[in-house]
């Protein structure tokens, strides 16, 4: 839910973006781009990793909690894929002309998945069982 939350919690700062100083907006802007490009896709990924996680135990489900920046890369390119078709635009186009933008997107997902699942991960220590640990 992290990487909804956040920049649902941040969106009413988008208000003040002049107020802030560059370095901030700039932040603030990534954020909220984080959850706007990969929110639809977020939430397949999560609803598909809930659904795999039903009965497993924790060890396997700190797997796929690890792999899952990776695999939202996948589904974020999945995703544009069918966005591409929508717009009408080639699969030659797509190749050349945004794979270099989807390469950056790519690298935000995993910098800002990781990031995620190293405060879930941490959460989990704080307030979870100390014994399964």
Known sequence: MLPLLVPLILSPLFFY??????????ALMIFLYSGYIGG???????AGMLWWMRG??????RV???ASPLVMVVVLMFFSMILM???AQSFNHWLSGNSFV??????FSLLFGYSYVGIAIL???LFGDKEIQ
């Open 17 to 26: 973006l002049n107020h802030l100083s560059e370095f901030a907006a700039t």
């Open 40 to 46: 639809i896709p977020y939430i397949v990924l999560a």
């Open 56 to 61: 497993k135990d924790d060890e396997a489900c």
């Open 64 to 66: 796929i909690l690890i």
């Open 85 to 87: 078709a929508f717009t």
């Open 102 to 107: 989807l390469l950056i997107f790519g690298g």
């Open 123 to 125: 959460l989990g220590y």
